[in-house]
């Protein structure tokens, strides 16, 4: 039986790299990996972004609604709203040309995958749903122990080989200074 070449297509799959040699035989010079202060720095970045974006975007909708925050179902369809734009803009920018975010670009690092290609869009949503995982876990009230789990896997960072935090190991990907 033939197979048709048609249904082998990813659209989550890489874009198209020689996987043959490792990242740091591709370039000139190591990859420097990013330490836990500067991914510190870049995400309090992001938040500050995200809070701003997602007050601009969501806070006529408490006009329209006439909701005060913290009440009522409408609330936490606003809440799921703020999470799919924080999932787009960082898959978004972690998957584009510049592979980081405002934040990670103030702090001079890119996401990337374990061979030093750019990630797709699918490895930056399976990233960011790694980094929230266990914060949803917590928030649907399912024990501390995921909360635990959120915090641990942003604190092993420092302990791992190629400073990987827990969704850099989920999603397979690398944070670098460049």
């Known amino acids: 039986m033939v197979k048709d070449e048609e249904w082998d297509f990813n659209p989550f799959a890489d874009p198209e790299v020689d996987l043959s040699t490792p990242a740091e035989q591709q370039t000139s010079e190591p990859l420097v990996y990013a330490n836990l202060w500067h ?25 329209i609604f006439g909701l005060p925050p913290g009440k009522g179902n409408l609330w936490m369809v606003i809440i799921l709203l703020s999470r799919i734009i924080g999932w787009l803009y960082f898959a978004q920018q972690e998957s584009s040309e510049a592979q980081a975010t405002f934040g990670e670009k103030a702090m001079r690092l890119k996401v990337v995958g374990l061979s030093g290609e750019r990630i797709s869009f699918g490895r930056a949503t399976g990233r960011y749903c790694g ?37 850099d190991l989920i999603a397979g990907t690398l944070v670098i200074k460049y």
């Open 131 to 167: 980094r929230h995982i266990f914060l949803l876990i917590w928030l649907l009230g399912y024990g501390q122990i995921s909360l635990l789990v959120f915090f641990l896997g942003y604190l092993m960072q420092p302990f791992t080989k190629k400073r990987q935090t827990l969704h």
């Open 39 to 63: 991914r510190f720095v870049a995400a309090f970045v992001d938040g500050l972004s995200m809070m701003n974006a997602t007050f601009i975007i969501l806070l006529p909708l408490w006009d």
